[in-house]
């Protein structure tokens, strides 16, 4: 009997494993191999063709940590996190709040608020060149009919990081937004009904009952949104291709300079690897913080 038992577990082992073997075969190709191959070049000194030549171990590590041009990247990103993620949350909260609001017409200014979200990279960060060109720019020419000094938005070094943020922002606001009205959709109604019929305010039903209760569907949009802000490169290349004098020049950029422009493999597999266990370092941070905080129904 026992062995009729194991008999039926292997099969059923085998069985589930055929059913995961596209799975595990995409995701050894496209997911493990690349980070294996990554932490094993991350010790190599290589040629321009991606081969390796000397092993140096933890020299390349070492060096990254000891660059001033690597330190001034984990700065800028640090800053371009700080700058985007809290904004972000913050304004399209704000129109999510306005979004689930039961007043005429409102449908319109959904479509508009997440209509972001079906704008490639590229695209945004085209309209956002124009928006930001010193000459004929729209935010210089308003500056200027109000008699300021117009502004190189993408040249001066103390602007082309907010700028960089605001255009990551707004790219942004389109996803966040439509999650978090999701969210917002989804709460009981007899929550705020109740509510209602105790006196409660507007604002007190905000504090007590909105918040509490979409904070599941806020901690998956703030971890998604931070690890998409330290993932953040098309915008980079496009606005200002790391400057100016590195200003922007964000660690995804700095890995894809390293690689692909001083062919430096193993420097950049390094720079790779670390950004990989910042990443990783959040994401837990913010499970181990964030998570306590959430009310689930």
Do not use: C
């Not at 073997?21 to 050894?28: D, E, H, Q, V």
């Not at 001033?68 to 800028?76: A, C, G, N, V």
């Not at 943020?165 to 989804?186: D, E, K, P, R």
């Amino acid at each position: 009997m026992e062995q009729v038992k194991k008999k039926i577990r292997m099969n059923n082992f085998y069985k589930g494993m055929l059913f995961l073997l596209p799975s595990i075969i995409l995701f050894s190709v496209f997911l493990f191999y690349p980070l294996f191959r990554t932490i094993y070049l991350s010790f190599f000194l290589t040629k321009a063709s991606g081969d390796t030549t000397i092993f140096v171990g933890l020299e390349n590590y070492v060096n990254m940590f000891a660059s001033p041009l690597f330190l001034k990247s984990m700065k800028s990103t640090f800053l371009f996190v700080f700058y985007t993620v809290p904004t972000t949350i913050i304004i399209s909260l704000f129109l999510a709040v306005i979004a689930n609001e039961k007043l005429k017409g409102i449908g319109f200014f959904r479509t508009i608020f997440s209509s972001t979200m079906g704008v490639s990279v590229a695209a945004a960060s085209v309209l956002w060149l124009y928006l930001f060109n010193p000459t004929m720019g729209l935010f210089n020419q308003i500056l200027d009919v109000f008699g300021f000094e117009v502004i190189g938005w993408l040249t001066d070094p103390k602007w082309a990081l907010l700028a960089v943020s605001a255009t990551t922002i707004w790219m942004n606001i389109g996803f966040t937004f439509l999650i978090l009205f999701s969210g917002l959709q989804s709460i009981d109604s007899s929550l705020y009904e109740s509510a209602e019929i105790e006196g409660a305010g507007y604002f007190y039903k905000l504090r007590r009952i909105t918040i509490p209760m979409l904070s599941p569907t806020l901690f998956f949009v703030i971890t998604v949104t931070i690890i998409n802000a330290f993932q953040s490169f098309g915008q980079i290349d496009i606005l200002t291709q790391g400057g100016p004098v590195n200003e922007t020049n964000l660690l995804v950029y700095s890995i894809y300079r390293e690689a692909f422009v001083n062919y430096r493999f193993g420097s950049a597999s390094a720079q790779a690897i670390v950004l990989f266990i910042l990443i990783l370092l959040m994401t837990l941070l913010q499970f181990k913080l964030g998570e306590r905080k959430v009310h689930y129904q």
